[in-house]
């Protein structure tokens, strides 16, 4: 009895907070003439002609792109195969490994969380999970057998550090020391996806072990803190972390397609994963990962740093909801001063360049917009592993995504090209 009481208790408490209606009721990402929305349709037939010469010249295999303006989708157009040996012709609606941009996502459910005054963003991680303990750097390291020592750092990892990349955390076989990727395959961490049955607390408490790069808060090391935040969403709500985005993000949203898994009915619209070799599209074999993780395998591993699918228009109404501060189709998930500081520079003076992190997304500063080519300053954007790009400009009030799906050596200029003729098209 005292069971079912604690798990009613539970799902009142989600349901409470799953969503808020608003007093704003911006609409759903609907379809609108160009014209209408201030893009001139010649130049967004320059874009439509420049993706389908990099097909046509077998630079790529297929792609789906689109662009919204206001809130309304003004091109949204497929080409090329998603896979080329079956001749299986690309839709829009297909669904493509997104990867890193999973981590824009975890990120907007830790805030959502934190705006329940759950946790503080400066509190040490080790506060929610004791595994962390006292934060150790590495000291020593024995190329021969993989030994270490370590040392005590005089900072802790904080949530702020795990959202920013500044934890001193590594990413085990991406990682760009050689030292880091021995010690993470060695204690046995999963990397981005598996189709193995493990989970990612199991991971998480692994990671926890091993030392880091550098003091925590004091430099940016691309990271799987992501992933150990996936696992902090557990540990706060009690509920496991595929089940907290779908129903506290996902449904709200109407973002019907985007999943850590497809279900079956789904599994025929995901994109095949191709790499080139002699000038012919394949699939991708089966290296550290099984590229057919998301229809395959035990399905128990929720990556917040790299496992979701998505779709062009899923992951399109995800970003218009940053762009309406936090709210959309009279739903809000976060709030407007939450969504301020999300776009905040959160590293100082750690990055300096055409870019500052915020607590989700890179954003371009003065010096990125003055460069031009990349959107007004506070434009927001990332991308992910597989090869999908996206920003969003709150200023002009404009999305781009751009999925494609290959690894290994790719001759890919699309990015910057669709992205630079994107703001080109603006006419208002």
Do not use: C
Not at 104 to 114: F, G, P
Not at 135 to 154: H, W
Not at 297 to 308: N, P
């Amino acid at each position: 009895m005292t069971k079912i009481v604690f798990l009613l208790s539970l799902f009142l408490s989600v349901g409470i907070f799953a969503q808020t209606p608003s007093a704003k009721q911006s609409p759903a990402l609907s379809e609108a003439l160009a014209a209408s929305q201030g893009m001139s349709p010649e130049r967004l037939s320059k874009i439509d002609a420049m993706l389908q010469e990099h097909i046509t010249k077998n630079e790529l295999p297929g792609a789906v792109a689109l662009i919204a303006r206001n809130g309304k989708i003004v091109f949204h157009k497929a080409y090329g195969m998603a896979d080329v040996k079956s001749k299986k012709t690309m839709e829009k609606d297909a669904i493509f490994r997104i990867a890193s941009q999973t981590k824009a996502i975890t990120s907007t459910a830790v805030l959502m969380l934190w705006e329940e005054g759950k946790f503080k963003l400066d509190d040490p991680i080790s506060k929610y999970i004791p595994e962390f303990g006292e934060s150790q750097l590495l000291d020593t390291f024995n190329e021969a057998d993989g030994t270490y020592t370590t040392k005590p750092a005089k900072n802790q990892i904080t949530i702020r550090d795990l959202i920013t990349h500044t934890s001193g955390i590594g990413y085990g076989v991406i990682d760009g020391d050689a030292r880091f990727k021995k010690m993470y395959a060695k204690a046995g961490i999963t990397d981005l996806f598996t189709t193995e049955n493990t989970t990612i607390g199991e991971s998480v408490k692994k990671l926890a072990k091993l030392p880091l790069h550098h003091e925590p808060g004091e430099a940016y090391t691309y990271s799987e803190g992501l992933d150990v935040l996936a696992y902090f969403v557990e540990v706060i709500s009690g509920i496991p972390f595929d089940n907290f985005l779908k129903t506290r993000i996902f449904e709200p949203l109407g973002m019907e397609d985007t999943w850590f898994y497809l279900p079956k009915e789904k599994h025929g619209r995901l994109v095949t994963l191709q790499t080139k070799e002699e000038n012919k599209w394949i699939k991708y074999p089966v290296t550290f990962y099984d590229p057919d993780y998301p229809i395959k395998g035990a399905r128990t591993f929720f990556s917040g740093g790299a496992g979701l699918s998505s779709t062009a228009k899923d992951y399109a109404t995800f970003l218009q909801l940053y762009l309406n501060h936090g709210e959309l189709n009279g739903v809000r998930l976060l709030s407007r001063t939450t969504v301020n500081s999300m776009m905040s520079n959160q590293l100082g003076t750690i990055w300096d360049g055409n870019k500052h992190y915020g607590l989700a997304f890179g954003l371009i500063n003065e010096k990125g917009a003055a460069a031009g080519g990349e959107g007004s300053e506070g434009t927001f954007d990332w991308g992910g592993y597989f090869n999908t790009q996206y920003f969003a400009d709150p200023k002009e009030q404009i999305i781009g995504v751009l999925l494609k799906q290959t690894r290994g050596p790719v001759k890919d200029e699309t990015g910057w090209k669709f992205r630079q003729m994107v703001f080109a098209a603006v006419d208002d």
